[in-house]
């Protein structure tokens, strides 16, 4: 039996992408998803990158996601990766 997928509100899918932060307490509550920065909550580099996208598609679990298609250089914002995950989540 194929688990039973949840829809990705956008809530969610912004709470996947800062809890896959090095740094997730960075992002207080009344912080703007759209001006905050991967950089800001610690995607600084590749290695980040790949840890980042790794923990986003273990988070996105059912739902499959290519690596590609996570928006996670560390000038993106929550937001963007947010979106990412929406526009290419299957």
Known sequence: MTPQK???DPAFLQKIVIDSTPDPGRFKQDSDPASVTLFDL???GAVESVIFVRAVKNGLKP???SDG???SSPATTVQQAADSLAQNAQ
């Open 42 to 44: 610690g995607v600084v």
């Open 6 to 8: 949840e829809p990705l």
């Open 63 to 65: 739902w499959t996601i």
């Open 69 to 71: 298609d996570v928006a």
